[in-house]
């Protein structure tokens, strides 16, 4: 009974940070996302400034 406790404490304790670590890189690469969609419309501005300026 005492290592089957033993067991899943440290179970629980593993899953904690495994579940931890992936909202981690979730979050990473969520805001990857928004980084890249302003970066695409910064561009598209861009390019769209640069030829009103050329006509």
Do not use: A, P, Q
């Not at 904690?16 to 979730?26: A, H, N, P, Y």
């Not at 990857?32 to 009103?52: N, R, Y």
């Amino acid at each position: 009974m005492k290592n089957y406790t033993l067991r899943s404490i440290g179970f629980l304790i593993l899953s904690l940070f495994v579940f931890t670590g992936c909202s981690v890189i979730g979050d990473i690469f969520e805001m990857g996302i928004w980084v890249g969609i302003i970066l695409v419309i910064l561009v598209v501005v861009l390019v769209i400034w640069i030829i009103k300026k050329l006509l």
